[in-house]
C-alpha cells in the first residue's frame, strides 16, 4: 500500500489542523493505521493509532483530548483532527499503515510526511 499524507502547513497557538493520509489499495478496510510526529533533533514519536474497523483509537497522552484520528474506508483515507494546537506539537507528521486489525507497535508501510508549525 502506498500512502500520502497532507494537511500540514503554520497556524497560530489554539488553532485546529486536519491532517489526511490516502492509501493506495483496495484492501484499505484490513490496514491498521498511525500517525507519527518527528521533531526536528528529536526521535520519531507515536501519535495515535486506530484499528483496521475504526472502532478501536489510541493516543500519546500530551495529545489527549485535543487530537482525534478517524477514518473513512469508503474513501481509502485515515485523518488526524489537531484542535488547541500547541508549539510543541510542530514537526514533520507521518502516516503508518499494518495490515492487521490492530497496529500492536508495528508498521510496514509509511507516507512522506507533511509538515506542521505552530507558531507561538
Known amino acids: 500500500v502506498q500512502l500520502q499524507a497532507s494537511g500540514g502547513g503554520l497556524v497560530q497557538a489554539g488553532g485546529f489542523l486536519r491532517l489526511s493520509c490516502a492509501a493506495s489499495?483496495?484492501?484499505?478496510?484490513?490496514?491498521?493505521m498511525g500517525w507519527f510526529r518527528q521533531a526536528p533533533g528529536e526521535e520519531r514519536e507515536f501519535v495515535a493509532a486506530?484499528?483496521?474497523?475504526?472502532?478501536?483509537?489510541s493516543y500519546v497522552d500530551s495529545v489527549k483530548g485535543r487530537f482525534t484520528i478517524s477514518r473513512d474506508n469508503a474513501k481509502n483515507t485515515v485523518y488526524l483532527h489537531m484542535n488547541s494546537l500547541k508549539p510543541e506539537d510542530t514537526a514533520v507528521y507521518f502516516c503508518?499503515?499494518?495490515?492487521?486489525?490492530?497496529?500492536?507497535?508495528?508498521?510496514?508501510?509509511w507516507g512522506q510526511g507533511t509538515q506542521v508549525t505552530v507558531s507561538s
Open positions: 503508518a499503515a499494518v495490515q492487521r486489525p490492530w497496529p500492536s507497535g508495528r508498521y510496514d508501510y
Open positions: 489499495g483496495r484492501t484499505f478496510s484490513s490496514y491498521a
Open positions: 486506530i484499528s483496521a474497523s475504526g472502532g478501536r483509537t
